[in-house]
């Protein structure tokens, strides 16, 4: 059975000449930000690839079809979409079946990028385990798929509400390597560390194309999961943040917040107690992601050639 890919004349060229290509999820449009920032933003970042060298792929699933890049008619179209589905593995084959609207987060994209043949992937942060998830078991799938798909995500560490000790541990389970680029401690999305120390540090993005490259030599699944820090200038440090998202966790488990609502609700309340600064440090910091993402993409392409 054919794969129902739909792809844009520019990646599909990209990817047929052995050209760089960065992945990019759609979450962020949906569900991250109000028309028409969301679609301002996300053509900021595809600007950012290009003049990186790579070509960008924003993933979503539109008409029965997985997109892999988007038109500029798609992406307004995708960013006044009041109810697309968000998608993880779950709910990816049931919103194609449909042919629902429906948004990619990093699981999703990181499958979809795999089944187009892109590897590397640049996002905000990654979901991870959630606080009480040993009583909840509230654990995002994105942990899994990074111990799958043959995809390098880049990020700023994983969103700073979650567990953060438990994410690591559940990323070593799944045999993840965690990559710090730059700096020994694992970020944590906003702020430049967490406390913690990463398991592994690159400072070049040519080694962590060739540790990718090894994997696959090696025939090892899954993929790898860059932690960029938020550039210095964007960051809201750690001691400033971390009262706002405790408040903020409080104010969900106490309106009964769960599942898929509890990230939007928690960036919602954030974002309104920074009085934005939450939302323009995450821009900074997907930017970021982007320009690093660009650069591993080009060296995965040249150490290939």
């Known amino acids: 059975m054919t794969l129902p890919l739909s792809f844009t004349s520019e990646v599909r060229a990209a990817l047929d000449a052995?050209?760089?290509?960065?992945?990019?999820?759609?979450?962020?449009?949906t569900h991250g930000m109000p028309f028409p920032q969301n679609v301002e933003a996300a053509r900021a970042v595809e600007a950012l690839i290009r003049a990186g060298g790579a070509v960008p792929a924003t993933i979503a699933v539109m008409g029965g079809r997985i997109h892999i890049g988007l038109s500029d008619a798609d992406l307004d179209q995708l960013g006044q979409t009041p109810h697309a589905m968000k998608l993880s593995r779950a709910d990816l084959p049931a919103c194609v079946a449909m042919g629902q609207v429906g948004a990619t987060t990093v699981a999703a994209t990181m499958i979809c990028a795999a089944m187009a043949g892109i590897s590397v992937f640049a996002t905000g942060g990654i979901g991870g385990v959630h606080r009480g998830a040993?009583?909840?078991f509230d654990?995002?799938?994105?942990?899994?798929?990074?111990g799958i798909s043959p995809v390098t995500v880049v990020a700023a560490g994983a969103k700073a509400i979650l567990d953060l000790p438990k994410t690591l541990e559940v990323?070593?389970?799944?045999?993840?390597p965690v990559i710090?680029?730059?700096?020994?401690?694992?970020?944590?999305?906003?702020?430049?560390?967490s406390g913690m120390k990463a398991p592994l540090r690159m400072?070049?993005?040519a080694q962590i194309a060739a540790a990718h490259l090894m994997r696959q030599t090696l025939g090892l699944k899954g993929g790898q999961l860059v932690a960029n820090p938020i550039p210095v200038e964007a960051e809201i440090a750690r001691e400033e943040i971390m009262p706002v998202v405790e408040q903020a966790l409080a104010e969900a488990e106490a309106q009964g917040i769960a599942a898929k609502q509890v990230t939007p609700f928690l960036l919602d309340r954030i974002f309104a107690m920074t009085e934005g600064r939450s939302l323009a440090s995450n821009i900074?910091?997907?930017?970021n992601n982007a320009r690093l993402a660009a650069a591993i993409a080009k060296e995965i392409a040249r150490q290939k050639a």
Request: proline share 6%; hydrophobic share 40%.
């Open 180 to 193: 710090a680029y730059g700096q020994d401690d694992f970020p944590a999305f906003w702020s430049r560390s």
């Open 203 to 205: 400072d070049d993005p």
């Open 171 to 176: 990323l070593e389970t799944q045999g993840v």
């Open 284 to 287: 900074e910091l997907v930017l």
């Open 134 to 136: 040993e009583t909840s």
């Open 18 to 29: 052995g050209q760089p290509v960065v992945a990019l999820e759609s979450t962020i449009i």
């Open 139 to 146: 654990i995002s799938a994105d942990l899994v798929e990074l």
